[in-house]
């Protein structure tokens, strides 16, 4: 593109923005603790699901300090059902190095905001344009998409050296007046117009500018090679009460997937049983839900139960028996909320 083309491209996009753009809680703020939780709960999860959970979070934790030493239990509540809540966790151990070391104030530069933990490129990009104003590049999926179509760039994006090839062509475009909304711009028209499949091409503001357009090619850019094959795992999952009326629960592991979440008894189908690796016998279990858990690199097949212990040994660390009222306070992932919800029926 160039000069005129880039100034008519700017104002075409950031004018159809600040028109056209929908009203969510973290855009009515500039400031950056905010901007961040917003991103960091954005990542690949849909605005509608983040919306409610934004509120809350902010309601409780409605500044950095607030958040910092918060216990993680309660985090990771507060964070349940979002998934993949390794965010939560380094959101929080990010913020915490913002009050340690910037006194509680996120960083205006790259160089800083960088080594705070759990901020990469796009989220530092995003902080600094939206909330400081500063002509950062900030690309994410909808980012690219809409520049490979604009701009005709059929690199493979799935390739982690291509974004670097989108953070220069928006380094280059970005309007230097308005960097909150060219950033916001480029993200919103990627959610509402430039969509993976049948693109509104005939509703885009920038159309005039897009060779992808032109050339008629839009809806086979960007170019993205398939992802390996996901791995599949096929669970059991038991709800165990006890004479007392309590329920066998288990903490995960600190790292890893799902760390520290709260869990009911799990096994591979046909690897183990509950007796083996819990040490309770039960009586004959009643099945309740069949379902699939999807993750971004494996699926739960999961059949689950609801059984009676006939018989319990010591329990080692990390299960323990608890109450109703006790379980409504553990963070538990999507799927151990979904076979709960049958037993409160």
Known sequence: MNYEYTQQFRQALVEWFNREKRDLPWRRTTEP????????MLQQTRVDTVIPYYNRFIERF??????????????LKMWEGLGYYSRARNLQAGVREVVETYHSVVPDNRA??????GVGPYTAGAILSIAYGKPEHAVDGNVMRVLSRVLHIKEDIALPKTRKVFEEAVDYLIDPDNTSSFNQGLMELGALICTPTSPKCLLCPVRDYCIAFEAGDAA????????????????????????EGRYLVEKRPEEG?????????????????????????????????TFKHVFSHLTWHIDSYYAVATETGILADPVEWFTKEQITQLPMPVPMLKIWSQINV
């Open 33 to 40: 603790y905010h901007i961040w939780v917003s991103e960091v």
């Open 62 to 75: 409605p500044t950095a300090e607030t958040l910092a030493y918060a216990p993680e239990q309660e985090l």
């Open 112 to 117: 800083d905001i960088s080594k705070l933990k």
């Open 220 to 243: 086979e850019l960007p170019i993205k090679t398939k992802k390996v094959k996901m791995k599949q795992l096929e669970l059991d999952v038991v709800v165990v009460q006890n004479a």
């Open 257 to 289: 997937l799902l760390a520290n979440m709260w869990q009911f008894p799990i096994i591979e189908r046909g690897q183990e049983n509950i007796a083996e690796k819990y040490g309770v016998e039960i009586g004959t279990p009643t099945s309740l839900l």
